[in-house]
């Protein structure tokens, strides 16, 4: 919360008699303090004690030069803000420049009528109560964006811990790579055997980012996992699908679809169920040729009522999958054209044929095309060996 501030003034001068004079004009002033300093070798300290929103200060005084004092106050960091009105016994051009020059805010012969002082007190006090305001409605913005950010992490860490690990072991191996574009992802994806002889593999592509796509993504990630979609055989791609789409309509989700690639490999036949709902297609390379598993059915939430069909695919000793989102493929070049799928497919194909790392190299290869380190969408992407 805002702290109020008060006008507070403080006035340096070795007259008593002009402390007390101020201090009778500003007696009457409503939520108006007031500090006399006759020492002007005390000055500084007693204004970092006081903090006052507007300095009174003579220019001729013993010991002290007036304007040296005026640099005083503005090299010290508690007055360097602090409006500072100068006080001479005459008007002096020569005088009021370098009192400006050095960082005054206004000057006066003292002392002029008692509305003047109160009007100027008051003006320049206005003007440093509004900075103050300013800067800690900033440091209140800064740690709620501080403590935001986060919020936002631990978020999207636990996002992440929900994804599986990889499969580094057995007759199916899959690597995978999640790099969201902001802390919350609208992607996620897993696989998971659904008994011992089908395995399910899934990834779903929220629209836009943030809080309410990581929840919906987060929620049907849930629901694909548990394998407990009532009315829907978790072997049969199209129906799960169907009934997802039955439950994240997008007018109860706050306007956000999804699409998802889901697939069920079956090892006892070499085959793999799967259904497309407005995603990228997953490429398939068996038998040395690279086949894209296609499907023309609208993401998920858009429609009500949509059947969604299984389509299924044989798979070749030593099949390769690749199931990804749109961020790794839709990428806008340095030139700000846009990267042709073509050329996406030529590329993935090419280093389909090199051992190591697919996805790592293909990260690199799209944040050097775009020219920028973090992509404009999220990049999530798994590669399943059979």
Not at 307 to 321: H, M, Q
Request: hydrophobic share 45%; with cysteine.
């Amino acid at each position: 919360m805002l702290e109020v501030h008060p006008i507070k003034v403080l006035l340096v001068d070795d007259q008593p008699m002009v402390g007390e004079a101020v201090r009778r004009m500003l007696a009457d002033e409503p939520k108006l303090e007031f500090r006399f300093c006759p020492d002007p070798a005390a000055a500084i300290e007693t204004a970092n004690e006081f903090k006052p929103t507007v300095i009174l200060q003579d220019l001729v005084m013993p010991d002290i030069d007036g304007l040296q004092l005026v640099k005083y106050f503005r090299a010290n960091p508690g007055t360097r803000e602090v409006p500072l009105i100068v006080l001479s016994s005459k008007e002096e051009p020569t005088v009021k420049a370098k009192a400006f020059a050095l960082g005054a805010s206004d000057y006066m012969v003292k002392l002029p009528d008692k509305l003047e002082v109160v009007a100027r007190i008051k003006y320049h006090s206005k003007g440093y109560v509004a900075l103050l305001e300013r800067n800690e409605a900033y440091q209140e913005l800064a740690e709620t964006q501080r403590e935001m950010a986060a919020e936002l992490a631990r978020a999207a860490r636990y996002v992440q811990s929900l994804l599986p690990a990889p499969l580094a072991t057995g007759a199916i191996k899959v690597a995978w790579k999640f790099v969201p574009s902001t802390q919350l992802a609208g992607d996620m994806f897993g696989y998971h055997w659904i008994d011992k002889k089908h395995l399910a593999l899934y990834l779903l592509d929220v629209s836009g980012h943030g809080v309410g796509s990581a929840l919906l993504a987060v929620s049907a990630g849930n629901v694909l996992s548990s394998n407990s979609i009532p009315g829907a055989d978790p072997r049969d791609p199209g129906a799960v699908v169907t009934k997802l789409n039955d439950m994240f309509q997008m007018d109860r989700q706050d306007g956000k679809y999804f699409t998802i690639w889901y697939g069920v490999y079956k090892p006892a036949t070499k085959t793999l169920a799967y259904c497309n709902a407005g995603h990228p297609p997953a490429l398939l390379l068996s038998g040395g040729v690279l086949h894209s598993l296609e499907a023309d059915s609208p993401a998920v939430g858009m429609m009500p009522e949509m059947p969604y069909e299984t389509r299924t695919a044989t798979l070749t000793e030593g099949a390769r999958l690749l199931v990804f989102s749109d961020g790794i493929l839709e990428i806008e070049k340095v030139d700000g054209a846009m990267w042709p799928f073509s050329d996406f497919l030529e590329r993935l194909q090419t280093e389909l044929g090199v051992a190591g790392d697919l996805i790592g190299r293909h990260l690199d290869y799209v944040r050097e095309l775009g020219g920028k380190e973090v992509l404009a969408d999220d990049f999530s992407m798994m590669d399943v060996r059979f």
